[in-house]
């Protein structure tokens, strides 16, 4: 029977759970979430709780530990929640449980969140080498702005292979996290390849997005020694 199975607050037992609410959170990041499943019947039984799907959701956004599991009688499991965003949008589904031998749906609880999309911001859009001896490492820092709530990740894309025969450059780090309302530093190291003023795109990925990347230029004038 349904009224024997409650979802309470992992801070407040005697608090039953309405929701499980993630709030706002960042594209392609993991959050976690947990609820507390009370069994207050005379008998254990076992269960496994999913994810609606009503095709608005992935399955493979969602993860629930234990899925599946037996809770003995009058004693309590805590469930964990994992949900990596892989879209841009609200979120709006139910987690329901099953119960072995008894039916399906047998209660639920309702996943709300909205996920949101953002951009790491850099100030500069050219990065000016200046005058550099050919196959001689330069190098220069490009700041990344996060000024958003909320985590932000970026990606270097690889070098075109057609624009190596001008000159070569490396990005440390490639990829990384920034911290809310905060900055990290990039370090670009260029070596020119043949004689003259170059001009290279430098893109930077924001949240493995191609429809959000961001070239900064890379120039420099090459000479020789």
């Known amino acids: 029977d349904s ?11 005697n608090r039953s759970k309405p929701e499980i609410n993630f709030g706002k959170v960042s594209y392609d990041f993991d959050y976690k979430e947990k609820i507390i499943l009370k069994n207050t019947s005379e008998v254990a039984f076992t269960f496994t709780l999913k994810i609606q799907n009503d095709g608005k959701v992935s399955q493979s956004e969602f993860r629930i530990s234990p899925q599946t599991d037996t809770i003995q009688e009058k004693c309590e499991k805590e469930i964990e929640i994992s949900f990596v965003p892989k879209s841009i949008k609200k979120y709006e589904t139910v987690m329901t449980i099953d119960i072995e031998g008894v039916g399906n749906d047998m209660l639920s609880v309702p996943i709300g969140l909205n996920a949101r999309f953002l951009l790491c911001k850099s100030p500069q859009l050219k990065i000016v080498f200046g005058e550099a001896f050919l196959n001689y490492p330069e190098t220069r820092i490009v700041t990344l702005k996060n000024n958003s709530d909320l985590k932000a990740k970026f990606h270097v894309l690889p070098q075109s292979e057609e624009s190596k025969i001008l000159a070569r450059y490396t ?25 003259g003023e170059i001009t290279l795109p430098l893109h930077i990925n924001i949240l493995e997005q191609t429809t959000a990347s961001r070239t900064v230029d890379t120039a420099g004038s090459a000479t020789t020694p």
């Open 171 to 195: 990005v440390s780090p490639e990829t990384d996290v920034i911290a809310e309302r905060d900055s990290k530093e990039v370090q670009v190291t260029l070596v020119t390849i043949k004689r």
């Open 3 to 13: 009224t024997y199975l409650q979802f309470v607050d992992p801070n407040d037992p």
